[in-house]
T-cell receptor
Framework: DAKTTQPNSMESNEEEPVHLPCNHS???????IHWYRQLPSQGPEYVIH???SNVNNRMASLAIAEDRKSSTLILHRATLRDAAVYYC??????????????FGKGTHLIIQP | NAGVTQTPKFQVLKTGQSMTLQCAQD?????MSWYRQDPGMGLRLIHY???????DQGEVPNGYNVSRSTTEDFPLRLLSAAPSQTSVYFC?????????????FGSGTRLTVV
């Protein structure tokens, strides 16, 4: 299964943009790029997903490299409530890979007031 | 509120006891799954179900049983609890087994086996 690589931790200041990188050099053509986050003592929360084009929603933006080997989750204006572990996960569009979501260790995002 | 509901939130068991972790969703999702999360680690898939009456094993199924008699409910049973099963358990659901839709997770059950 395709794997993702993320920095262990990142730090940012409140009200500033945050760019969380993810490398997935072995991504297949049928893999969607998903991002989840997990706040302290809570279950993971879906943030955004994309296939080839950049995506925006109310929580964040997802920028996908043209070759799809990397992506960046963008939080436009971080707040203290965005402090969480962020997971970049590949999810197959159709069968053939492992079931479920394969979680790595993610990026621990620290927001300074 | 629509979502995934897990009960109980906390549980302490003695080694050898059995218990059932409950999971219910009201979004008419076909796909449901159970994960465990150990300290400092990502979530690992225990069992999953693609619809009522159909279940299968995930990455770490040993010591756990599941059943899916309705679309809404997907309980996880620990047959004989062991200290190695001390963990936080999350139930998740989605519309489909494959495809782009995201998963909805419950808030978790924190289990301690002594």
């Amino acid at each position: 299964d395709a794997k993702t690589t993320q920095p262990n931790s990142m730090e940012s200041n409140e009200e500033e943009p945050v760019h969380l990188p993810c490398n997935h050099s072995t991504i297949s053509g049928t893999d969607y790029i998903h991002w989840y986050r997990q706040l302290p003592s809570q279950g993971p929360e879906y943030v955004i997903h994309g296939l080839t084009s950049n995506v925006n929603n109310r929580m964040a933006s997802l920028a996908i490299a043209e070759d799809r080997k990397s992506s960046t989750l963008i939080l436009h204006r971080a707040t203290l409530r965005d402090a969480a572990v962020y997971y970049c996960i590949l999810r197959a569009y159709s069968g053939g890979g492992a079931d479920g979501l394969t979680f790595g260790k993610g990026t621990h995002l620290i927001i300074q007031p | 509120n629509a979502g995934v509901t897990q009960t109980p939130k906390f549980q302490v068991l003695k080694t050898g006891q059995s218990m059932t972790l409950q999971c219910a969703q009201d979004m008419n999702h076909e796909y449901m799954s159970w994960y465990r999360q150990d300290p400092g680690m990502g979530l690992r898939l225990i069992h999953y179900s693609v619809g009522a009456g159909i279940t299968d094993q995930g990455e770490v199924p040993n010591g756990y049983n599941v059943s899916r008699s309705t679309t809404e409910d997907f309980p996880l049973r620990l047959l004989s609890a062991a200290p190695s099963q001390t963990s936080v358990y999350f139930c998740a659901s989605s519309y489909t087994r494959w495809g782009p839709d995201g998963y909805t997770f419950g808030s978790g059950t924190r289990l301690t086996v002594v």
